[in-house]
C-alpha cells in the first residue's frame, strides 16, 4: 500500500480525513496544533497530494477499504477519526461499517446530512457539463503545463484539477441534490458524535446539522457564525478548542 501521509505527536491516535478539494498537506497546520495532545494520521486519499490512484475514480466503498487498510497498516486499532467536506461523509460511512474501530467521530461542514446541495455544484455535476468543462480545462491546462515547462522547466507543475476530483463532482451530486446520504442509518452511530458547520458554507447548508443530530443517539453540534466551507486562519482555535474539548486531550508531541 504506497500511501503518503503526515503523522506525529503522542497520545491516542487521531485519523483526519481531508476534503475533495486538497489533499493531507492542507491539514498540516491544524494537525500540528492538534499534535499536542494527540497521534495525528492524516493521509493523502488516492489521488491527491502523493497518493496515487489506480483508476482516478471516486467509489464511496473503495474509499471505506482504503481507509481501513491504513489503519491496519500504521497498526490502529481504535481511533478517533475527524473527516471534513467529503472527507466527513467518508469518516460516517467509515463508522457505520467499522463501529468497534472508532471510539469518537466529528464531521466538518460534512457531506452526506442531507439531500440540499448549492445550485451550481448541482449544475456542475451534470455529466454533460462535466465532460464540456473537463475538455476545455485539459486543454487550458496542457497549455499552462507546456508554458510552465519552457519558463521554469525544474519545477513540476501541478494539476489543478486532477480527474478525480472532477469524479467526486460527478459521484456526490445530481441536479437533484446530494448522494450517498445516510440518514436512515443516523442511528446506528453509536459512538459519541460531533458536528460542525460554518455558517456561512456556500455548499452545504449549515442547517443540516440539526437535522442530522436529532437522528444520531449521542450527538454535539457547533456551528462558527463566521466560518465557510473550508476552517482556516482565525476559525483554527476554534475548531482545536471543539475538538479538544469533545474528545479530551492528551500528551504533547510534534507532527513531521
Not at 471534513?84 to 467509515?94: D, M
Amino acid at each position: 500500500m504506497d500511501t503518503h501521509y503526515f503523522t506525529g505527536g503522542h497520545g491516542k491516535p487521531l485519523l483526519i480525513i481531508h476534503g475533495g478539494g486538497e489533499g493531507a498537506e492542507s491539514w498540516l497546520n491544524t494537525g500540528i496544533q492538534l499534535a499536542e495532545h494527540y497521534t495525528v494520521y492524516i493521509p493523502d486519499l488516492p489521488g491527491f497530494g502523493k497518493s496515487k490512484s489506480s483508476n482516478d475514480q471516486f467509489d464511496i466503498g473503495q474509499y471505506i477499504r482504503f481507509i481501513e487498510e491504513f489503519a491496519k497498516e500504521i497498526d490502529l486499532e481504535q481511533f478517533y477519526i475527524m473527516g471534513h467536506s467529503v472527507g466527513g461523509s467518508l469518516a460516517l460511512h467509515y463508522a457505520l461499517e467499522y463501529p468497534h474501530r472508532i471510539q469518537k467521530l466529528i464531521a466538518l461542514n460534512s457531506f452526506g446530512l442531507g439531500k440540499e446541495i448549492a445550485l451550481w455544484l448541482r449544475i456542475t455535476s451534470n455529466p454533460v457539463v462535466i465532460e464540456v468543462f473537463g475538455g476545455i480545462a485539459t486543454y487550458i491546462i496542457k497549455a499552462l503545463k507546456a508554458i510552465s515547462n519552457r519558463i521554469r522547466p525544474h519545477i513540476q507543475f501541478k494539476d489543478p484539477l486532477p480527474k478525480i476530483k472532477m469524479d467526486i463532482g460527478r459521484k456526490t451530486a445530481t441536479f437533484s441534490g446530494q448522494t450517498n446520504i445516510i440518514t436512515e442509518r443516523f442511528k446506528e452511530l453509536l459512538m459519541p458524535v460531533l458536528l460542525i458547520a460554518g455558517k456561512k458554507d456556500y455548499i452545504v447548508p449549515y442547517a443540516q446539522v440539526y437535522s442530522a443530530a436529532k437522528l444520531i443517539p449521542e450527538c454535539r453540534v457547533r456551528v462558527f457564525p463566521n466560518c465557510s466551507h473550508t476552517i482556516r486562519g482565525k476559525m483554527v482555535p476554534a475548531l482545536i478548542h471543539e475538538v479538544t474539548d469533545f474528545i479530551g486531550m492528551d500528551n504533547r508531541g510534534t507532527l513531521y
